[in-house]
């Protein structure tokens, strides 16, 4: 599946970013912990130009703990990466984010400056949730639809650390196709930009495959059928989502699986491994060098010359 979504004021705050991070210290880029890789904030490397990160793990408590685990010795592995992996259901563990900040930039400290910190992420990883909780009351607009925040904005924390928010920004072009199935199903991408049945399906046969156990649980079923639409058709006809003549109603179980995912209701999952990202990595870049090189060829290829 291919996601190409990029609101006008996307591109504004990847331009306004550009021209503050000569003014900024460290950066914070928020990811959805069920999906740190297709979550990244697709400028945060571009732009960091070798300035310390804090990559903050959000909804660690709907993601699977050791998969978790997984990422943040990756991430922690990266030169100048910091790790955190942490719920906005505990504020407590949202507060480690300015003791991080401290640690990491402690010249600013000591000289009495603040700290200047950039905060980027995705649409709907949490970010504004959590400037609400480091500042200690509503400053940021928070919703369950992606994109809320349209503007950036500085937020002095009047603890030595002063915030630049920045909306949540998608790339023009998802490359990876899993990705674009991830973001999807995790709520990164607004509903009306894809086929519920589609991202409902790519779910039901990841879900079957990482977590099979999950599934029977949640939808007591004793075994899980091979093909992903009859694990949809198995799961609306438990639930007893039925049409006139019997049969099931497909749309509303693949709604409703979606749903249960996004609120955890089915279990603590992730939907990748930093293996797979590393194994889609190449194909990616593999993907992206082809294309580049057909439209080298076209550029270069002479245009026929219209007969009269």
């Known amino acids: 599946m291919s996601i190409q979504w990029f609101p006008g004021h996307m591109h ?30 697709p400028f945060a490397q571009e732009l960091r130009d070798g300035k310390p990160l804090i990559k903050v793990l959000n909804k660690c408590d709907l993601a699977d703990d050791d ?32 003791e991080l900040c401290r640690k990491l930039v402690p010249n600013r400290d000591e000289m009495g400056k603040d700290i200047r910190a950039l905060i980027m992420g995705i649409p709907n990883v949490g970010k504004s949730t959590i400037i609400n909780i480091l500042a200690g009351r509503v400053i940021a607009k928070t919703g369950n639809e992606p994109a809320v925040t349209k503007r950036q904005q500085r937020i002095n924390l009047k603890n030595g650390i002063v ?57 007591k079923l004793d075994q899980l059928p091979d093909h992903e639409w009859e694990l949809i058709e198995a799961i609306g006809s438990a639930r007893g989502f039925k049409r006139a003549g019997g049969r099931v109603d497909m749309h509303k179980t693949c709604e409703i699986l979606l749903h249960e995912y996004r609120q955890g209701t089915i279990g603590d999952i992730c939907l990748e491994t930093p293996a797979m990202a590393q194994a889609e990595e ?25 007969r009269r």
């Open 12 to 41: 504004k705050a990847r331009k306004e970013m550009s021209e503050v991070m000569g003014q900024i210290d460290i950066i914070i880029e928020v990811v959805d912990a069920r999906i740190p890789y297709s979550s990244e904030n």
């Open 67 to 98: 998969v978790v685990e997984q990422w943040q010795q990756h991430l922690n592995a990266q030169h100048g990466v910091s790790s955190l992996a942490i719920t906005t259901n505990e504020p407590t563990q949202v507060n480690k984010i300015l």
């Open 282 to 306: 190449i194909i990616v870049q593999q993907k992206m060098a082809e294309e580049a090189e057909k439209a080298l060829t076209k550029k270069k290829k002479p245009k026929k010359k219209r």
């Open 163 to 219: 915030l630049c928010d920045t909306p949540g920004i998608l790339w023009p072009k998802v490359h990876n196709e899993n990705s674009g199935y991830r973001l999807a199903i995790t709520g990164a991408i607004k509903d009306t930009a894809f086929d519920y049945e589609d991202i409902a399906s790519y779910a039901a046969e990841y879900l079957k495959q990482a977590y099979p156990e999950l599934i029977k649980t949640r939808y």
